[in-house]
Structures are given as C-alpha cells and as structure tokens.
C-alpha cells in the first residue's frame, strides 16, 4: 500500500520553480516522495532568462532551486540526490554495489552531462537564426547546416539510439525499478518528444507514456503550471 505519510520537513522545503523548465521533473519526483513542500513561482522574461529574483536565491539565477532548511541547492542531479537520500525511504535509487547503481548514475549524469548539449545548441542555433536580419540570414543558416551535420546530428543519433536500445532490456532507466535516473531523464527526452518526436524509438515512446501516466507525474503538471517542450 502506498504510504501517504508527509515526511519530514516539519517546514516545508521550498521549490524555486521557473516556468516551463528542468524545475518540473523536481516537482514530479517531490509528488511521488509525498514531501511536505512548497513552491515559490518565476515567471520566464520575454527573452526565456529568469527573472533577477533567482539570483537571490541563488547566485547563477537558474531552476530548480530547493531550500531546505538551512540548505539551498541547485542543479536537478544534486537536487535529485540529495532529495532522493533523504526523504526517499530507501527507494527511487538502487542499493550500492549493484549493476542497477551503476545504470543510475549513469543516467542520472548523461542527462543534463551530454544529452542536453546537442539539444540546447539545436535551439540557440534556432533562436539565433530568428533573430538575424532577414537579409543576412543565410551566413548563420549555413553555420547552422554545418554544426548540425558534422556534430549536433550524428551525437543525437547515437543518443537516441542507446536510450532506446536500454530502455528495450529494462523497464526503467536503472533497471526493473522507477528512480532517480527517470527524473533526470524525462526533461531531454520531452524536449525531444515536443520537437523530434519522429526520433523517438517505441521503447522510449512507451518509457514516456508510463511516465505521463503516473498519477504524481500528473498531478506535478497541474502544479507546474502550462509546460510546453515544443517551444523553449
Ligand atoms: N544544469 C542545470 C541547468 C539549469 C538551467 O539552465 N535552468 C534553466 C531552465 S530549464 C534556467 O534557469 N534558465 C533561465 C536562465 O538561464 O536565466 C540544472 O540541471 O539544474
């Protein structure tokens, strides 16, 4: 049976949640620790950064930020970890020494260490051609062939083809259980869903909608606030 028991905190820890970004995969694994938490807004500025309020929560500016306590944290792998150590029961990582660790911090890192690279220049690149004068447009229109065929295309590829050759031997990213690793997963993999979905495998696809379908997931979504990967 479920356990529905608000952890500790006693008060409630505080996510520092921006808008459509990395800071729903936090509140989605805050849903299924069923901590006792809050969530302070931020709203994107019409250039997609942050507003400055961020930095005084935290010197970069960026989400998620968590505090708890005495203690703020940033970075979603950090922010999974520790909150995952502390107030995950035992569950969402699987125990040390084992093959299914290994795959756990492997994801876990990949995530935001190399999938998000290709994926972040992919939208820059985009960005940058948009805002280009019409007339000279095609000096970054050319930049942006050549980095994507030389670099950006063949990293996804192999990306995407490993995603889903692991996700056809393993029902989660760390094997036969949900943990921290999906958390960290699931943000490049909706942005690649919401903009090249054609790429995803059926695996990966099947991996995405039993994710979707988790009621805390859901629920997270409702509390987020709208989240829309087929814009950034
Ligand atoms: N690697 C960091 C990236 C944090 C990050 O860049 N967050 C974006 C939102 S997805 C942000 O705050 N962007 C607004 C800005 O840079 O001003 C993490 O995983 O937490």
């Known amino acids: 049976m479920a356990d529905t028991t608000p952890k500790v905190p006693e008060t409630p820890l505080i996510l520092h949640h921006l808008n459509n970004s990395r800071s729903q995969r936090i ?28 930095r005084d929560v935290h010197s970069l500016g960026k989400s998620p930020v968590i505090t708890d306590g005495k203690h703020t944290i940033a970075e979603s792998g ?22 299914e660790q290994l795959q756990y911090t492997y994801w876990l890192h990949t ?16 960005a940058a051609i948009a805002e280009t004068p019409f007339i000279v447009r095609l000096v970054p229109y ?14 996804l590829k192999a990306q995407y083809d490993l995603i889903e050759e692991h996700l056809s031997k393993n029902e989660w990213f760390a094997g036969s259980q949900i943990s921290g690793a999906d958390i960290q997963m699931v943000f490049p993999i909706d942005i690649i869903s919401g903009q090249m ?30 989240f829309n990967m087929t814009k950034l």
């Not at 950090?78 to 020494?97: F, M």
């Not at 995530?111 to 985009?126: C, D, H, S």
């Not at 050319?142 to 990293?155: A, D, G, H, V």
């Open 27 to 54: 509140l989605w694994l805050l849903e299924e620790l069923n901590v006792n938490y809050e969530i302070k807004y931020y709203q994107r500025q019409p250039d997609m950064m942050a507003p400055k309020e961020l």
């Open 111 to 126: 995530a935001e260490g190399t999938l998000m690279l290709p994926l972040l220049l992919t939208l820059i690149l985009g």
């Open 197 to 226: 979905d054609k790429f995803l495998g059926e695996h990966t696809r099947a991996w995405l909608e039993k994710v979707r379908s988790r009621p805390a997931y859901i629920k997270a979504l409702e509390k987020g606030g709208p």
């Open 142 to 155: 050319i930049m942006r062939r050549e980095i994507n065929t030389r670099m950006i295309e063949p990293n």
């Open 78 to 99: 950090a922010i999974v970890e520790y909150l995952v150590s502390r107030y995950g029961n035992g569950k969402w990582r699987p125990a040390e020494g084992t093959d």
